[in-house]
């Protein structure tokens, strides 16, 4: 099972559907190119390593329909010089550009290439246009991001070139998924997950029964551009294993975030009690076995390794205060569960629940998020956290296993344990060795898993 994602099966191609981007400049001539701006120092414009996805670079420039306000009396090639309109219009392009999680996973062409944008995109207001007979604004913009696909998209090796559909008005578009006025279950997303919350994650206009059409939509075309991957990096075992802040102990923090509930029958339970059954099976030894918590160590030579376990409601005051210590005084962070859609660990969430999230810059680290598209929600938060004048991108201290897509609660405990065996036992593998195993353990239901910051790690274990 997916922990926060599913859906229906295509309906009909993007030609049949969407806009096509090749009409758009025909259509506004007038409209202005992409532009080259780089983007804001990010950890993700380095090399990183996936087995089964690579890193790129997607560049476009697209609209939104804006509603103009019934007050508003200036000219509409004005609403950009407005500093409230221009807030509310880039909180708006962010709503529709949101609307990528699903048409990167649900639409056709992506089911089995599936991606994800970052959270650091850049955009760039370019103009405002009056809609001929529309109460209306088109809104210009241009797009900068770092991307995640499968690299199963990259069977040339080079640039490779993708056509997807948004939403035209982000905030009508989940109302217009209803095929008639009385009907209960929008048409146009997940059955289960068909709330207009989750919308923008699951949307799919091309399911059967989706009443959109083409003019709902606006059609993009772009290439993405597929960046370096690093070669026989290791994680800093020297620090990992020697003096850390923990003595002579590697710590370990594990936290498995619960499904639904901690009765019987719940997936994350059966993570946490898997993952426990499956580090015992590999040598590690209980110290501490309760219901929702437990302790294991394990000896290697001088060192010694403790990981502390626990189970929780990854939405509760609890877990925020647990995910707060871990993330200050581990070697290791490990969270299993629910991304609550990048709610349950943002940093600005644990700050009001659990304390300032105050990483130590000078201790190294590694943080896996095993949840839904952990990558967008997660990687470059914590990277900036552990800046410093010395580190301005945070890499240097931290290394980030985040995912691309949704994980699946099936694998979660061959996955953390494939982990956590190849990092705490002493035998020091790559970094490439490690994601390969993760890889492994994940088997088909791969969540394009890989490791961010590494790009400045040793060449040798």
């Not at 499968?150 to 056509?163: C, E, P, Q, V, Y």
């Not at 989706?210 to 597929?226: E, I, K, N, S, Y």
């Not at 410093?388 to 980030?400: F, Q, V, W, Y």
Request: hydrophobic share 35%.
């Amino acid at each position: 099972m997916i922990l926060a994602c599913a859906g229906g099966a295509g309906a009909a191609g993007f030609d049949a559907l969407a806009v096509k981007a090749s009409g758009i400049k025909t259509l506004f001539p007038g409209m202005p190119a992409p532009v080259a701006e780089k983007l804001a120092s990010s950890p993700g414009f380095e090399k990183w390593y996936g087995a089964d996805s690579r890193q790129a670079r997607m560049r476009f420039t697209a609209y939104m329909w804006y509603k103009v306000p019934a007050g508003y009396t200036g000219h509409v090639s004005q609403l950009l010089s407005n500093s409230a309109r221009r807030r509310e219009i880039n909180e708006l392009v962010d709503l529709q550009l949101q609307h990528m999680y699903g048409s990167f996973t649900m639409h056709p062409g992506f089911v089995d290439n599936p991606g994800i944008p970052s959270g650091d995109y850049k955009v760039t207001l370019l103009s405002a246009e009056k809609v001929p007979n529309e109460p209306y604004a088109r809104i210009n913009y241009s797009y900068d991001d770092i991307v995640v696909f499968s690299s199963k998209l990259f069977r040339g090796g080079g640039a490779t070139r993708i056509n997807f559909a948004l939403p035209k008005d982000p905030l009508t578009i989940y109302s217009k998924g209803f095929p008639t006025p009385s009907s209960r279950k929008n048409r146009c997303t997940d059955d289960h997950y068909n709330s207009e919350g989750d919308f923008w994650y699951f949307w799919n206009p091309y399911q059967d029964g989706c009443p959109l059409t083409g003019a709902d939509l606006v059609g993009v075309q772009t290439d993405l551009t597929p960046m370096s991957v690093t070669r026989g990096t290791y994680p800093e075992y020297a620090k990992l294993y020697g003096e850390n802040g923990n003595g002579d102990v590697l710590q370990v923090v594990y936290l498995v975030g619960v499904d639904e509930s901690f009765q019987n029958g719940d997936l994350g339970r059966k993570t946490f009690k898997d993952a426990f059954a499956g580090l015992k099976a590999a040598g590690f030894q209980a110290t501490v076995d309760e219901p929702r918590r437990k302790r294991l160590t394990l000896r290697f030579g001088a060192k010694r390794t403790s990981i502390e376990m626990r189970l929780m409601d990854p939405d509760s005051a609890d877990f925020a205060q647990a995910a707060v210590s871990g993330m200050k005084t581990a070697d290791i962070f490990l969270y299993d569960g629910h991304s609550g859609l990048g709610g349950y660990l943002s940093p600005e969430r644990l700050a009001e629940e659990g304390g300032p999230v105050t990483l130590p810059r000078n201790k190294y680290q590694i943080f896996v998020f095993q949840g839904c598209s952990t990558y967008a929600y997660y990687n470059s938060a914590y990277f900036r956290l552990k800046r410093s004048g010395s580190d301005p991108k945070g890499t240097k201290n931290l290394d980030i296993i985040t995912t691309g897509i949704g994980a699946a609660f099936d694998v979660g405990a061959a996955v953390d344990v494939a982990f956590l065996t190849s990092v705490t036992m002493g035998a020091r593998p790559s970094w490439q060795t490690i994601i390969d195993r993760v890889h492994a353990a994940e088997g088909w239901n791969s969540a394009l898993s890989h490791v961010n910051g590494d790009e400045d790690n040793p060449r040798s274990p």
